[in-house]
């Protein structure tokens, strides 16, 4: 016989449901409103649907969200209860007095909630959205009321369209993306999808505390790890400011319904509906990077190239594998990392090498602005002694802002198409022995052409015998004669602090050369002709003439002239990588450049 207290819970269960009326419309749930198990709502657009489900073959009983399809296998993206299943089909969907929107078991204990009340409590509606959201309303009509509560707000192993992943910085609250523990278990498993706030914001996979996969920063278009994202498809959302950091999408096609999954395995992926096949799931791999997508998979600065869909390390230039470990027999993998050849000195003997199409590095410990161009950022990063290396923080419009890295670089991957450039800072040496890429043959072009830009100067100085015309060349004459700007000798003395020989670049047997500053900004190398030179004025126009016609992309541009009184002077642009000597043979070439 049935025991007196069972009977009792029985008849108090059958009394509140009879008292209250079941759904009457298919969308929404409003107060004094419930739904069973084997009931459902389903969206205005008929695309999503909350209901009672069993994950595969278990028989445990749960609240949730899923797409509807043709296939008949529907995809879950939300569950309510994924901690405390229901172990029958007694389960009951329904408001309480206060408003909050609760899931009661046979025994009429809360399973789940809402935990949120409105002070309308008696015009609370909880609907669901064409989007797979939850929401819970004080007012009739869904579309003029603000959300009490959404399903949204608390995501499970699903990024759907809307949702947003990151942190709330004044309230402290963070939302991520977290997988199933297993196929028949939503409980929360061990991978989840993150915004890390440390240093430069990036996306993460972690498996626990560990660091599984890095999806990268954002540079205004894409994370770095992802440069095949498919922009024609969605739009992506990042905000970063002083209250909140997030991520979101949005699509730009209704006809297409996608969500970004995150499975119990680890395996993160694209699922794609549209209105043509909605009973095919197509399905895109978020990571396939041949192993270089596993996090700092070639360790500390070094580079992961996929060759044949093999992942393969490379030490940064500068670099050699970590000396205090063994070499590794499998020269693909590294996990020790690398280490600098030669350490940097804090002085300005140091470049950069530019990588192209990379995947950024771990930007948790890194620094950011805004507002600095990449300039700036080249000219911060040469004098801090701990920088590493440095880039542009957004690549939209030709690049903007600056992100610089201090000492290791972790998590870099070459890509065959997408990524972006690296300027990795190395010792002059490095320059000399191993240029980069483009960088390489830039500095080459520059050293060739500067060489011959040399021999014609110091030819046409050779050739040009003194006294040999004896015209009077006016700065007036020498305008109209050179297309090339007069500067005033004043300006140039200001520029270089009345030739101060903290400015001095260096010194030949025609006059000494000096870094100079506008007012402006711009930098300039200027020429200060000695006065024991022996050069005329009409040698001065000549090679004035000579190296105007001469300009070229890998010469050194000349910028101007200068006469006043005995002062004869050459203005060009400044070469900020140093003079040839620092890329050929350390001899200062000086006295036939300048």
Known sequence: MMGLDNLRTLVIWFFLMSCMRTTTSSDSLGMAQYIRDGESLVSAGGSSELG?????????????VWYRDTSGNPTVVWVANRERPLHNKSGVLQFNKMGILQLLDETNNTVWSSNISSKSWSNSIAQILDSGNLVVTNGKNIYNSSFLWQSFDYPCDTLMPGMKIGWNFVTGQEKYVSSWKSEEDP???????????????????????????????????????SPSQNTQTFRSNFVLNGKEVYYEF?????????????????????LV???????????????????????????????????????????????????????PQNMSYW????????????????GFLRYTGIKLPDTSSSWYSETM???????????????????????????????????????????????????????SSELA???????????????????????????????????????????????????????????????????????????????????GTLTDGQELAIKRLSKKSGQGLEEFKTEVALIAKLQHRNLVKLLGFCIQGVEKILVYEYMPNKSLDYFISGRTLFYCIF
């Open 187 to 225: 409980a929360v498993g061990e991978y989840t999808i993150k915004i890390d706030p440390r240093g430069y914001p990036q996306i993460m996979v972690m498996k626990g505390s560990l660091i599984s996969f890095r999806g990268g920063s954002w540079n205004g278009l894409y994370f770095t790890g």
């Open 52 to 64: 009672f489900f069993s994950p595969g073959t278990s028989t445990s009983r749960y609240l949730g």
């Open 433 to 515: 022995a191993n240029g980069h890429g483009n960088i390489k043959q830039k500095k080459v072009g520059i050293a060739v052409g500067v060489i011959i830009f040399g021999l014609i100067t110091c030819v046409s100085i050779m050739i040009i015998h003194p006294g040999t015309r004896k015209i009077i060349y006016r700065e007036k004459q020498m305008q109209e004669d050179i297309d090339l700007p007069a500067f005033n000798f004043s300006v140039l003395a200001k520029a270089t602090e009345k030739f101060s020989s903290s400015n001095k670049l260096g010194e030949g047997g025609f006059g000494e050369v000096y870094k």
């Open 373 to 427: 161009n990449l300039q700036e950022c080249q000219k911060f990063c040469l004098k801090n002694c701990s920088c590493s290396a440095y880039s542009s923080l957004d690549i939209r419009n030709g690049g903007s802002g600056c992100l610089i890295w201090f000492h290791n670089l972790t998590d870099i991957i070459q890509f065959s198409q997408g990524g972006q450039d690296l300027y990795l800072k190395v010792p």
């Open 335 to 350: 996990s020790n990392g690398c280490e600098r050849k030669v350490a940097l000195g804090c002085n300005n003997t140091n």
């Open 273 to 327: 509906w549209t209105s043509q096949t909605r009973n095919k799931v197509q399905v895109t791999q978020v990571a396939n990077q041949g192993g270089c997508e596993r996090y700092a998979y070639c360790g500390s600065n070094a580079i992961c190239i996929v060759d044949s869909n093999v992942a393969i390390c490379k030490c940064l230039k500068g670099y050699i594998p970590n000396p205090k470990f063994p070499k």
């Open 250 to 270: 949005e699509m730009l096609d209704t006809s297409i319904f996608t969500v970004l999954k995150e499975y119990p395995s680890g395996n993160g992926q694209y």
